[in-house]
């Protein structure tokens, strides 16, 4: 047991560094802990964070029947890194190995969908969700919301959407986003007015997409209501809500108040320099 917990602390010194991870490997196998599933696991996640994903696809054909627990681990992994082909092919390979998903697993691979545009296979991830169990699982349906979204079928969005029995602020804000980002501004800024009718806080994701909405419809006077309540409530104005604000009021023509906004923002990315120059 004492050696076991001294190969997981190698690993986790390691870090997701692909050198020190496979002498880590290495000395693993030769102390006779090369099939440990638990250590087997955790170099998977390490490696994946590093992006070896030749070396990660190893690690995983090394594991003897894997478990919802490693494929889940190595799905949200490639999800979360923006490698959505090597996702969809984990939760492939899940299936045909009749593993049991898990709302992780969908949700991790439906971001994935999203990423690739893939409305077709999201549509068949959907059908499995449902199947399987998590037709109404909040995470599930939200994380379908922004999928649905992404690939201009703001129709089915709003249908699963609809069909919530409880409605997260993350599926508020999928929704939201969703319909400022396929040109729908002033249906947005409706359904954010319904999300505060209905007894929710919005957030810091919540504003961005509505001051969005709002410079998509020139509604300053929304905008700036937004703005004060940013300052009444003392939010932090992080890279996107101050972008969000400057590209409002750029956009409505008062260029002074834009840059009161950037002046004072602690930060500053590309995005918040284009939006002020132009």
């Known amino acids: ?25 290495a000395h693993l196998i030769v102390t006779g802990y090369g099939h440990s599933r638990s250590l ?23 594991v003897p029947l894997p478990d919802d627990f490693l494929f889940n681990s190595i799905i949200k992994s490639t999800s979360k890194l923006r490698l959505p082909l090597d996702c969809v092919a984990y939760y492939r390979r899940m299936m045909s190995s ?12 439906i971001k994935s969908c999203a990423d690739l545009s893939a409305s077709g296979i999201g549509k068949g991830v959907h059908c499995h969700a449902v199947v399987s169990g998590f037709g109404l699982d909040t995470y599930v349906q939200a994380a379908f919301v922004t999928f649905y979204s992404k690939c201009g079928d703001t129709k089915a969005a709003r249908k699963v959407f609809d069909r919530m029995p409880d409605k997260s602020i993350v599926a508020w804000n999928s929704l939201i986003s969703g319909l400022e980002q396929n040109g729908l501004g002033e249906e947005a800024i409706r359904v954010f007015n319904q999300m505060r009718e209905s007894g929710f806080e919005p957030d810091s994701a919540t504003f961005v997409s509505v001051l969005s909405a709002c410079a998509q419809t020139g509604a300053i006077s929304l905008g700036s209501c937004v703005h004060q309540y940013i300052v009444r409530e003392g939010l932090d104005l992080n890279v996107k809500l101050g972008t969000a604000l400057i590209n409002l009021y750029s956009r409505c023509g008062d260029v002074g108040k ?19 120059i132009s």
């Open 1 to 25: 047991m004492a050696a076991n917990s001294a190969a997981y602390e190698a690993i986790v010194r390691a870090g997701p560094r692909l050198n020190q991870l496979q002498q880590v490997h």
């Open 258 to 276: 834009a840059r009161e906004v950037f002046d004072k923002m602690k930060e500053t990315n590309v995005a918040a320099w284009t939006a002020m």
């Open 98 to 109: 009749n593993v049991p998903p898990t709302n992780y697993t969908f949700t991790s691979v």
């Open 40 to 62: 087997l696991t955790k170099l998977i996640t390490f490696a994946s964070s590093a992006r070896a994903i030749g070396y990660t696809h190893l690690l995983f054909l090394s």
